[in-house]
């Protein structure tokens, strides 16, 4: 089907483990962007790309990694993990930055 | 960096009533300004955008917001609200200075009671 799928949709890890989010999307759409929620902040910003091999940072980058080899594939790395990222995580993609459409989101919790 | 307030956290009404979704913005150049909805455990969708042209923008299910650049408002309102309209509301931003992010705003809980 069409679209953009996250997974996990569901992920508890421990403190100080590596854990990968995937986001995939079937539009060929050259921007894809990582988001996190969290309670009064509405979603920031973590890492977007432009296209494939081309990211940047965004508002929140700190403690993640980001690659695009493929224009369809924008994983999330947290190197490390800690409590303060327990969030949900949103991945969008776009024609632009002016209208992004979101995947269904994935709650990490890290312990 | 632009930035957006919304000014309410939880705007509780009861079907059939107006509603208004309160949103500022901050930005030292012009803007472009967006309404999201996020329904419980989806993702968000955009409800309707201001790019430019009318100040006034509709939305396919009755919402509409206007672009106040005197007062850096981009306030949400429907004249009458159903059950189905609860979930969270995020105001967003984007300056024009050609930055790729876009800035929400905290969300905003509409409850609509029976």
């Known amino acids: 089907d069409a679209g953009i799928t996250q997974s996990p949709r569901y992920k508890i890890t421990e403190t100080g483990r590596q854990v990968t989010l995937m986001c995939h999307q079937t539009w060929s759409h050259s921007y894809m962007f990582w988001y996190r929620q969290d309670l009064g902040h509405g979603l920031r910003l973590i890492y977007y790309s432009a296209a494939a091999d081309i990211t940047d940072k965004g508002e929140v980058p700190d403690g993640y990694v980001v690659s695009r080899s493929k224009t369809e594939n924008f994983p999330l790395t947290l190197e490390s993990a800690t409590r303060s990222q327990t969030s949900v995580y949103f991945c969008?993609?776009?024609?632009?930055?002016?209208?992004?459409?979101f995947g269904p989101g994935t709650r990490l919790t890290v312990t | 960096a632009q930035s957006v307030t919304q000014l309410d956290s939880q705007v509780p009404v009861f079907e059939e009533a107006p509603v208004e979704l309160r949103c500022n913005y901050s930005?030292?150049?012009?803007?472009?300004l967006f309404w999201y909805v996020q329904y419980p455990n989806q993702g968000l969708q955009l409800l309707l955008k201001y790019l430019s042209g009318s100040t006034l923008v509709e939305s396919i299910n009755g919402f509409e917001a206007e672009f106040n650049k005197s007062q850096t408002s981009f306030h949400l309102r429907k004249p009458s609200v159903h059950i189905s309209d609860t979930a969270e509301y995020f105001c967003a931003v984007s300056d024009q200075g050609g930055h790729n992010d876009m800035r929400f705003g905290a969300g905003t809980r509409l409850t609509v009671k029976p």
């Open positions: 969008a993609s776009g024609t632009s930055v002016l209208e992004q459409y």
């Open positions: 930005s030292s150049v012009s803007v472009y």
